[in-house]
T-cell receptor
Framework: GAVVSQHPSRVICKSGTSVKIECRSLDFQATTMFWYRQFPKQSLMLMATSNEGSKATYEQGVEKDKFLINHASLTLSTLTVTSAHPEDSSFYIC????????????FGQGTRLTVV | AQSVTQLDSQVPVFEEAPVELRCNYSSSVSVYLFWYVQYPNQGLQLLLKYLSGSTLVKGINGFEAEFNKSQTSFHLRKPSVHISDTAEYFCAVSVAITFGGYNKLIFGAGTRLAVHP
């Protein structure tokens, strides 16, 4: 299957700082990328969907100004957690798909964010 | 609205025994259905998917699932499990976004499969 690389795998930051997480599709062009958040022992919660060249579409309850998503190229999307606080600590996972209405998405390895 | 229900949060089973992980979905339109596996601190790996055609779908690692439209179910099965199958399993449905021109995945709550020696 296709490969999606997410970096970093773990990050610890101080409260009030910003953290950027990268998601790259290594062997295909990702028209659509998704960002999820996962709390311990829980399912994945979709945060936003980004289509290359368009603004991200955020799910209800997700703060756009707090979680900045950029999908500037067909192989790279970034999620920036701005002014991070301890409650933002979580596991963040990206996924990428080759076309808008395709059926299979490939997932990155996830990023464990800890805000201290 | 579409949703996915995984009826069991945890399923303990002995090695080499058969297992079934249950998944029910609600949707008023045609659906694409998926099963993913997640190992600790990792992303998700696709086990199998149903798009159309045969209702019995075979996936990786000896897993299979059956799409039952009348019961709106997509249960995952394996005839003989291994210790290495211990993981979290997620059922998902692909939902078309009206006017968005794309689909998004809706996940169930997950089932923790624990295989004991």
């Amino acid at each position: 299957g296709a490969v999606v690389s997410q970096h970093p795998s773990r990050v610890i930051c101080k409260s009030g700082t910003s953290v950027k997480i990268e998601c790259r599709s290594l062997d295909f062009q990702a028209t659509t990328m998704f960002w999820y958040r996962q709390f311990p022992k829980q399912s994945l919660m979709l945060m936003a969907t980004s289509n290359e060249g368009s603004k991200a579409t955020y799910e209800q309850g997700v703060e756009k100004d707090k979680f900045l998503i950029n999908h500037a190229s067909l192989t790279l999307s970034t999620l920036t957690v701005t002014s991070a606080h301890p409650e933002d600590s979580s596991f963040y996972i990206c996924s990428a798909r080759a076309d808008r209405v395709g059926t299979e998405a490939f997932f990155g390895q996830g990023t464990r964010l800890t805000v201290v | 609205a579409q949703s996915v229900t995984q009826l069991d949060s945890q399923v303990p089973v002995f090695e080499e025994a058969p297992v079934e992980l249950r998944c029910n979905y609600s949707s008023s339109v045609s659906v694409y259905l998926f099963w993913y596996v997640q190992y600790p601190n990792q992303g998700l790996q696709l086990l199998l998917k149903y798009l159309s055609g045969s209702t019995l779908v075979k996936g990786i690692n000896g897993f299979e699932a059956e799409f039952n439209k009348s019961q709106t179910s997509f249960h995952l099965r394996k005839p003989s499990v291994h210790i290495s199958d211990t993981a979290e399993y997620f059922c998902a449905v692909s939902v078309a976004i009206t006017f968005g021109g794309y689909n998004k995945l809706i996940f169930g709550a997950g089932t923790r499969l624990a295989v004991h020696p």
